[in-house]
């Protein structure tokens, strides 16, 4: 059945990137340290970019989920119950409350919890797993990593070291020659390579990607 969430942030994390800069300077072999501004930009944008085509940020902070059950649109009753709740983001660190009805839910009496998929079961008084009721919840929980994965920080170091690399060069010029009169070619990015981020970062990234339905 369809629900309805608002999700708000209610202890944002410290820090949204995705790597370090020593990690970072470490990759480019910089030992000094008139570099560190740019590096800190380009890792901000690149995990930005990273959040924003996963669309979550995975690092770990604390959010609320308001889940209202969809209603009939003629007769603007509650259509049902929910077999799962699924929470908006995932990995779960730890589900901190559900209130339904005005009543606080107990972890491991009355529901349990999927961490990796965010996902969250009713259990009834026999300890089976049950159909959640049609009332509105509101759950608090903590999400997100608490240590950046070594594939995603990975990829937000190879998308700093690009940026780094290109510094100060015309991104689609691929070839110059120099010798007599100049030529130059230029590259044009198609298919999979003409968006934000190539094949080979995405691919890895996709398997920490939220499907968003517009």
Same mark, same amino acid.
């Given at each position: 059945?369809?629900?309805?969430?608002?999700?708000?942030?209610?202890?944002?994390?410290?820090?949204?990137?995705?790597?370090?800069?020593?990690?970072?300077?470490?990759?480019?072999?910089?030992?000094?340290?008139?570099?560190?501004?740019?590096?800190?930009?380009?890792?901000?944008?690149?995990?930005?970019?990273?959040?924003?085509?996963?669309?979550?940020?995975?690092?770990?902070?604390?959010?609320?989920?308001?889940?209202?059950?969809?209603?009939?649109?003629?007769?603007?009753?509650?259509?049902?119950?929910?077999?799962?709740?699924?929470?908006?983001?995932?990995?779960?660190?730890?589900?901190?409350?559900?209130?339904?009805?005005?009543?606080?839910?107990?972890?491991?009496?009355?529901?349990?919890?999927?961490?990796?998929? +965010?996902?969250?079961?009713?259990?009834?008084?026999?300890?089976?797993?049950?159909?959640?009721?049609?009332?509105?919840?509101?759950?608090?929980?903590?999400?997100?990593?608490?240590?950046?994965?070594?594939?995603?920080? +990975?990829?937000?170091?190879?998308?700093?070291?690009?940026?780094?690399?290109?510094?100060?060069?015309?991104?689609?010029?691929?070839?110059?020659?120099?010798?007599?009169?100049?030529?130059?070619?230029?590259?044009?990015?198609?298919?999979?390579?003409?968006?934000?981020?190539?094949?080979?970062?995405?691919?890895?990234?996709?398997?920490?990607?939220?499907?968003?339905?517009?």
């Amino acid at each position: 059945m369809p629900i309805n969430v608002i999700t708000t942030v209610t202890k944002a994390a410290d820090s949204y990137d995705l790597t370090t800069l020593a990690a970072v300077k470490g990759e480019l072999e910089i030992d000094v340290n008139s570099k560190d501004a740019v590096l800190e930009q380009y890792i901000g944008e690149a995990s930005t970019a990273i959040a924003q085509y996963c669309n979550q940020p995975l690092v770990a902070e604390t959010v609320q989920d308001v889940i209202y059950p969809a209603r009939d649109p003629q007769l603007q009753v509650l259509t049902g119950r929910l077999a799962e709740l699924q929470l908006s983001r995932w990995p779960v660190i730890e589900v901190v409350s559900i209130v339904e009805n005005a009543v606080t839910l107990v972890e491991g009496v009355d529901f349990i919890v999927d961490p990796k998929l +965010g996902k969250l079961y009713r259990l009834g008084t026999d300890g089976r797993i049950r159909q959640w009721s049609a009332w509105p919840k509101t759950v608090q929980f903590r999400a997100g990593f608490e240590k950046i994965p070594k594939d995603v920080a +990975g990829k937000a170091i190879a998308m700093v070291v690009k940026r780094y690399a290109a510094k100060g060069r015309d991104p689609n010029l691929r070839t110059e020659d120099i010798p007599g009169v100049v030529s130059r070619s230029w590259w044009i990015a198609t298919g999979g390579d003409s968006g934000n981020m190539p094949p080979d970062i995405t691919d890895v990234l996709d398997n920490y990607r939220v499907n968003v339905i517009a």
